[in-house]
């Protein structure tokens, strides 16, 4: 049927390189400059690639600015999953990479600021982002994210705003369903040539489901200066703590049915056989995040260097729900996990432009370092009859990984057509220390090599119509949550293998007569050695090696504006996401679970000309998603939702104030908002939330 469907999308597309179609107007969506893929300023409309930007305007359009989930629902090809667990943060994939990450997002590169989200295992968190002080968020997907190394089925890069103009200080206030509420304090401007930006909030919640409230404090400063012509240097910090969140894990199918909120009953608890799980061994994680940064550019006769050095420390502390049965055994390494990772790491690169053959050749060649060094502990979540508190040493080792990446990049334009390729070689060494030795010992090292690539051609039909065709092969090695367990649950599990991929993908984006936007494209990515989901208890996931997948699909994006402030957005993804050989008892052709087949977004707004009002309407849906492998459990069913949003603004000299009303899910519907693939004990649902709203009030002052 899917396959029916991209034929279909193809059938769609041919028409509009046979026709003329009007000039592009300025400031329509063609001149939207990115730096993601090409490393440099280019036109989004000129890569050979899909790559969609999310603004200011979009990302504060109110909303809590929490949540990546809020911003990132418009772009086609991503699915951003809000768990309403902010111990586990939200699941995000892209095509399909990612979608069976336990915990924070994997498969997808996080950058901020030019500076690596993501740890060199290829594991990142999107709640590192901050944005209170976001300008745009690029989300680059398909082959051409290859070229940023291991785990790049896809990158987002988040880039800060800069302090501009005489000095402003602004206090934002949220509050909202379920005891939601926030304060916000950001600082801004521009002094003697130095910009800055300064910001602190904190959220907080009492959870829609069960045993799901959280805290979150962030804290961020930028400075930006010119030490010398042709320069920029700019220091960035950012810090982020979660204490005690708590974990509401996943619930079986008919406890959903009963009631969405609950939290799975814990049925062996003599003492209260009403409490949950999550109640008894009180699951919840601790974060402590602190990262600082530093970019330099250097602008030369026909060229740029750029170098970016960065360091961090984080800590984590996790109570999982594990039973006393299970941690009495020697070999388990207990249901509290604690670590304590000390990170950093550094890119150069050299960006050099001639004429060649009549055309423009760009070439970027650059190396990329990486550490972390992890010590990780775990023990008992309970000590005598008490379960949830820190009981004896259960496994005690030091982890570090290393990645040294060199890569070369190159585009030559000549007349109507681009010609870009780039190579990287993926370095990446994993050496285990095992200091507890009661259960034997677990000391060892992995090693994951790839050389990856990239191809592709652009075409210049006319000014209004490009057409490209591109083509990758890239690594996903596992990521150090993935190799934590092995399926007994014995220990550090030295037999996985990286996943290697081959991915092409064919598109358009044309300017259509009034200005409008639409780009289109069809992809297919085939995966051998696929990482997939071996065991999953209480918050612990292990993983396996499976047979080949293949991911194929088809995404469109329209965007159009009409001069009355009617504005109007439409993407939608179809992806076909199956096991492609047979492995085990999993047939070929089974659904990969926590992939939709269909996911689309659409949106109607206005916008007052003077800015003081807007209004829009959201629509959301999805089909449905399996939960593990066999496709034999009841799968999470499809939903479309409807979101309300309302603003408004005020000048007063040198004020500014802002107000925003938002109403979600306004037909209160009941529906799974994330699975946990593969859950052992079949409690695989997780409930999004009801209808809820939120409540946004802001004034800012500047001083002139």
């Not at 594991?123 to 944005?131: R, S």
Request: hydrophobic share 40%.
């Amino acid at each position: 049927m899917c396959k029916k469907r991209v034929v279909l999308g193809l059938s769609l597309l041919a028409p509009y390189s046979l026709i003329g179609l009007t000039p592009a107007y300025a400031g329509t969506p063609a001149d939207v400059v990115v730096i993601s893929g090409s490393r440099i300023e280019r036109s989004s409309f000129d890569l050979a690639a899909a790559i969609d930007v999310v603004d200011d305007t979009r990302l504060g359009e109110a909303q809590m600015r929490v949540n990546l989930s809020e911003a990132l629902m418009s772009v086609p090809g991503l699915v951003v999953s809000n768990r309403q667990n902010y111990a586990q943060d939200l699941q995000i994939s892209s095509r399909g990479f990612g979608a069976r990450s336990a915990f924070g997002v994997r498969g997808m590169r996080l950058i901020s600021d030019g500076i690596p989200a993501t740890m060199p295992d290829g594991q990142g968190q999107a709640a590192t982002f901050n944005l209170d002080v976001a300008s745009r968020i690029e989300v680059l997907r398909g082959p051409l994210a290859a070229i940023y190394g291991n785990h790049s089925g896809g990158v987002m890069q988040l880039l800060t705003k800069d302090g501009k103009g005489h000095p402003s200080v602004e206090v934002s206030v949220v509050s909202g369903s379920e005891g939601v509420g926030k304060i916000d304090v950001n600082a801004q401007g521009e002094t003697a040539g130095i910009s800055y930006v300064v910001d602190s909030s904190r959220f907080q919640t009492s959870g829609y489901r069960e045993h799901s409230a959280a805290r979150r404090e962030t804290n961020f400063a930028k400075i930006a200066f010119v030490p010398w012509a042709k320069s920029k240097l700019t220091l960035v910090a950012n810090r982020l703590i979660q204490d005690d969140t708590q974990d509401p894990l996943g619930v079986q199918w008919q406890t959903f049915l009963n009631n969405p909120r609950q939290a799975e009953i814990d049925s062996s608890d003599t003492q209260d056989p009403k409490r949950s799980f999550a109640d008894r061994y009180n699951t919840r994680k601790s974060i402590h995040h602190a990262q600082f940064g530093l970019t330099y550019e250097q602008l030369m006769d026909a060229g740029r260097l750029r170098l970016s050095l960065y360091d961090g420390d984080r800590q984590v502390s996790q109570y999982q729900a594990f039973s006393k049965a299970l941690q009495a055994n020697a070999s388990q390494s207990g249901g509290v996990v604690d670590f304590d990772r000390h990170f950093y790491g550094a890119e150069v690169n050299w960006l050099h432009t001639a004429e060649l053959a009549g055309g423009v050749l760009t070439t970027t060649l650059g190396l990329e370092y990486a550490r972390s060094s992890d010590r990780r502990q775990g023990f008992e979540n309970f000590i005598l009859t008490q379960y949830g508190v820190k009981g004896n040493l259960r496994r005690n080792e030091q982890d570090i990984v290393t990645s040294l990446d060199p890569y070369l990049q190159t585009e030559w334009v000549t007349g109507p057509w681009r010609f870009s390729a780039g190579l990287r070689r993926n370095q990446l060494n994993i050496q285990v220390r095992d200091y507890f030795l009661a259960n034997g010992n677990d000391s060892g090292s992995l090693k994951y090599a790839k050389t990856t690539q990239f191809a592709g051609l652009l075409y210049k039909w006319n000014p209004e119509l490009n057409l490209y065709a591109s083509a990758a092969r890239g690594m996903e090695s596992p990521t150090l949550n993935e190799l934590f367990y092995s399926g007994s649950g014995s220990g550090f599990n030295f037999n996985l293998r990286a996943a290697h991929n081959t991915q092409i993908e064919a598109g358009m984006k044309t300017i259509l007569p009034g200005g409008a936007r639409f780009n289109a494209a069809i992809f297919q990515v085939r995966s051998a050695d696929e990482l997939v989901v071996d065991t999953a208890v209480g918050g612990r996931t292990s993983y396996r090696n499976a047979a080949s997948t293949l991911h194929q699909g088809m995404e469109v994006a329209l965007d159009w504006s009409w001069r009355n402030g009617i504005s109007a957005r439409f993407s939608g993804t179809v992806l076909r996401a199956i096991y492609d050989e047979t492995y085990g008892a999993i047939a070929a052709g089974n659904r990969l679970p926590g992939v939709p087949e269909i996911n689309w977004y659409g949106e109607l707004a206005w916008h007052a000309r003077d800015d003081s009002l807007d209004a829009g309407l959201e629509l959301l849906a999805s089909s449905k998603l399996y939960v593990e492998d066999s496709n034999k459990e009841t799968a999470a069913p499809a939903y479309a939702i409807a979101n309300f949003r309302v603003g408004a603004r005020q000048d007063a000299g040198a004020w500014r104030f802002k107000e925003f009303l938002r109403v979600n899910n306004l037909s209160d519907k009941i529906y799974v908002g994330s699975v946990i693939v593969g859950d052992t004990n079949r409690r695989f649902y997780e409930a999004a939330q009801g209808r809820n709203w939120l409540l946004g009030i802001s004034a800012q002052m500047t001083f002139y």
